[in-house]
């Protein structure tokens, strides 16, 4: 059965497009033998292709397959039942499986299993196995990343002492009681964990940014870098808004939801965002 009937809507993984390529890369690889010092041998490794996945919409357990077809089983009094063909995953001699829109069925079981590390859904006492490759993901989030640590310090560095204690009392166990080390926890807190800062604070740019990059973690909305456009993941594709190539997509969007008082359309996005977001925080 295809695994996407099973999941509930929200974890379903959204139709592939023509061209479509996905990349999967195992965690071991570029790492060495600790006994031997040479690379680790990852040729002719293979991966079972069955899975128990928790649905946290559903809240219930699934059973997922790398089906690629059925087989007829002759039962009692000749009755004959279909059972799945399922096939384990091999990956090649640099630890690394490269899929197409053709092999769609076994996507969608690498992207929601427990063994894959990129998969915000995925059950974190479970051990990982792989994580799926996007470079161009990889360094624009880690531009979001360094500009997250530059906002949340710079609401630090300019607040008021109000606003410091409120956000103090907040975020808890901090001193607001002296206002030098109530400033520096804060400003040390904006370099280890800027999305706490910004949570708690009343920056409401600051705040709507970090909806926008859950929204992105958790696949209700996707950057394409060709087209320079968001469009929603679940909406057959249907689109948010071009961002221009002297701005960043995060920022972009952020400016454009922003615009609510302006323009209704931006104002129907931004509802549907915070519509979209809302059973993920519950369930995560």
Known sequence: MDINELLSEKLKVPAP?????????????????????KPLALADYWMQGKDIIYDPFAKQSILI????????????????????????IKWDHKG????????????????????????????????SLYFEVNDVKTRADKI???D??????????????????????????IDITDTDTLRMNLLQRSETDPRSIIIHSKDVKGRLKINVMDA???????????????????????????I???KGRIDGLVEYLLTQDKDNEAKSSLRLLSEKMKPIYAAV
């Open 17 to 37: 497009k023509p061209g479509q390529t996905w990349r999967f890369r195992m965690n071991k690889t570029g790492r060495h033998d600790p006994m031997t010092g």
């Open 244 to 246: 221009s190539v002297d």
């Open 65 to 88: 397959l790398n089906s690629v077809g059925e087989k007829p089983v002759i039962g009692e009094f000749g009755k004959v039942r279909y059972e799945p063909i399922v096939e384990m």
């Open 144 to 146: 979001v990343s360094m």
């Open 216 to 242: 992105e973690h958790y696949k209700m909305i996707s950057f394409s870098e060709t087209e320079r456009k968001w469009f929603w993941m679940d909406d057959a594709g249907e689109d948010i808004c071009d």
């Open 148 to 173: 997250l640590k530059h906002d949340a310090y710079t609401y630090v560095k300019e607040a008021t002492l109000d606003k410091l204690k409120a956000l103090g009392k907040n975020i808890g166990g």
């Open 96 to 127: 690394e499986i490269v899929l197409t829109e053709q092999d769609f069925p076994t996507v969608v079981f690498m992207l929601r299993s427990n063994k894959n590390k990129s998969n915000p859904f995925r059950d974190p006492k479970k051990q």
